[in-house]
């Protein structure tokens, strides 16, 4: 109920459509799960997260010719924007298909040499990391190795500079969330929009939904953290978790 009315009231935002939808979709109103992200895509075209978001639904709702479809559009409507091509590329991706996904990358890539794309698509057509920041893969490094104090300094720092960057905003809600300080985790994630995140800000705030018994909303997170990032078995034992949590409530009478 609490998402029906801030879909109503705000009905341009995606991101709380992006709530509205999940919502609609656990309780089995899958059509109108679809039109209310339909609806906010009207609202934000050309955003290529959210259009992952779309097909990430469509296929947990085992729609796979709206998928085709949604897809087909945008290159027929928009052939000539590069999140129409990423868009294919993570369908053909979903489908199996890693060489036809990379040269729809690739496509997307001549047309703007800025777009995010999955780590296999990256593999796939060979590109390097040798543009990241220096201090930002310091900051990695601690993060990796725990040293948690010398993470955050580092972190703060690159906020100083670049405040609004998703990239350092994340990797600073995750040493937080290391320490055990879901408040502060929670705050520099918000920073990120849900359609900015990638695979593991979408895992930490699956974390911090389960965290705060908010179940829907977190497998929500898990399904898009799989969408970026297939595979990864600690996605797979979360949405299991999840799934059984959310089997209980609802077999209590619980509102979710």
Do not use: C
């Not at 609806?39 to 998928?67: C, K, M």
């Not at 087909?72 to 590329?89: F, I, K, N, V, Y």
């Not at 995140?197 to 497998?219: C, E, M, P, S, V």
Request: overall charge negative.
């Amino acid at each position: 109920a609490y998402a029906e009315r801030a879909a109503f009231f705000a009905p341009n935002d995606p991101e709380i459509n992006m709530v509205y939808a999940a919502a609609l979709a656990e309780s089995g109103q899958t059509k109108k799960a679809s039109e209310a992200l339909e609806y906010a895509w009207d609202a934000i075209e050309n955003d290529p997260s959210f259009a992952r978001v779309i097909l990430t639904h469509y296929a947990a709702t085992g729609q796979a010719e709206q998928a085709q479809d949604f897809v087909s559009a945008m290159l027929r409507e928009d052939p000539q924007h590069a999140s129409s091509w990423t868009t294919s590329g993570d369908l053909l991706l979903s489908q199996g298909d890693l060489t036809a996904a990379a040269e729809a990358y690739r496509t997307a890539i001549n047309m703007d040499p800025n777009v995010g794309m999955p780590e296999s698509i990256r593999i796939a057509l060979n590109e390097t990391t040798s543009g990241i920041d220096p201090m930002f893969s310091a900051a990695q490094s601690a993060e990796d190795s725990g040293d948690w104090d010398s993470a955050i300094n580092l972190l703060r720092f690159l906020i100083e500079r670049e405040p609004q960057n998703e990239l350092f905003l994340m990797a600073t809600a995750r040493v937080y969330w290391a320490q055990n300080n879901s408040n502060q985790a929670q705050n520099f994630l918000s920073r990120v929009a849900i359609s900015k995140r990638d695979w593991r800000g979408h895992i930490l705030q699956a974390k911090l939904d389960i965290n705060n018994k908010r179940f829907t909303q977190a497998r929500t997170a898990l399904m898009m953290a799989s969408s970026d990032r297939d595979g990864i078995r600690s996605i797979e034992l979360l949405m299991q978790y999840i799934d059984s949590k959310i089997a209980t409530e609802t077999t209590d009478g619980t509102s979710l």
